[in-house]
């Protein structure tokens, strides 16, 4: 089932809690139930899926569970031998003057496919039937309203489909930079013409800088070495405590440890109609801090 079909299901299913069931008056239905006495037909004044209103001497208290046989009226030539029958567990609700209003408890599945099929059976067929018009009408309001309300959700799932997309190839851009940085920071001068020369922070910042051309903005790079607890910073600002703290070697004082920490500030291509940043509600991603460390070591 496509993205589109399950979001239409959940919206109508949704909308239907709030919108009541249809009720048929003057049925051709009525129900019998038990009262002490020999059962007696109570006529059916009106019926809906969830619920009837019976005619009725006897007031029951609101809450009582009563067992109903809803059972169809023969017409004119008929025998009672086809007609149908329905046996529900109801419960009171409520009482007037001339009857009682019931529930149905509907314990499974199967007991509501059977009320929907005596329904539409008994009841729906004997009732009058609005005008073609009126129904076709009806059926393009209604999906009008399914439209407006499916609208909002779907382009609020593309603008969170771009947005994540891109707050992913920020995250991998960021990564490679890095990485990047700290091959050039080991290696530039094991391969740089003419002698062993150390590359420089502002030189490492570059080339982090240049792979990340592609996205906007200017990330924050860090360039560190540790060498058996003596920090040099390169470029940006170290320490050796904190959240960003420079490792040092486990192998000290053999090797040193040089690392390149790039901070990069994703802001989202659509920041989206439903965003209230004051008040800390987005529609899609927020701005994301994203810091991605490489680690590599040097040879003394």
Not at 45 to 63: F, M, P, Q, V
Not at 209 to 214: A, E, H, P, Q, V
Request: charged share 15%; aromatic share 8%.
């Amino acid at each position: 089932m496509g993205i589109l079909d399950w979001l239409k299901q959940a919206l109508r299913k949704w909308a239907a809690r709030f919108e009541p069931a249809p009720r048929y008056e003057s049925p051709r239905i009525v129900a019998h139930y038990w009262d002490g006495g020999a059962p007696k037909e109570h006529q059916v004044r009106d019926i809906s899926l969830t619920g009837a209103y019976l005619y009725a001497t006897e007031h029951w208290c609101s809450g009582t569970i009563i067992e109903v046989a809803l059972q169809e009226l023969a017409g004119p030539g008929e025998t009672t031998l086809g007609v149908s029958v329905l046996c529900l567990r109801c419960k009171v609700v409520r009482h007037g003057p001339d009857g009682i209003g019931i529930t149905f408890m509907l314990r499974t599945k199967e007991e509501l496919k059977a009320l929907k099929q005596f329904m539409s059976g008994t009841v729906a067929s004997a009732s009058p039937h609005p005008e073609p018009a009126k129904c076709r009408a009806a059926e393009q309001g209604q999906s009008l309203v399914e439209y407006a309300f499916m609208v909002p959700f779907l382009v609020l799932l593309i603008v969170n489909c771009v947005n994540f997309g891109a707050f992913i190839y920020d995250w991998i851009e960021v990564a490679n930079a890095a990485r990047a940085g700290v091959q050039y920071a080991v290696l530039s001068g094991a391969s740089a013409p003419g002698g062993l020369t150390q590359a420089s922070g502002a030189a490492i910042a570059a080339v982090i800088t240049n792979d990340m051309k592609s996205l906007p903005g200017t990330p924050t790079v860090a360039v560190c070495e540790n060498n058996n607890g003596v920090l040099t910073p390169l470029s940006g600002t170290c320490s050796l405590t904190g959240s960003l703290a420079v490792p040092a070697d486990p192998e000290a004082p053999l090797y040193i440890l040089a690392t390149v920490d790039v901070t990069y500030t994703y802001v989202p291509l659509t920041k989206g109609a439903l965003s209230f940043p004051k008040l800390g509600i987005h529609a899609t991603i927020p701005p994301t801090s994203i810091h991605r460390r490489a680690e590599m070591r040097v040879i003394q």
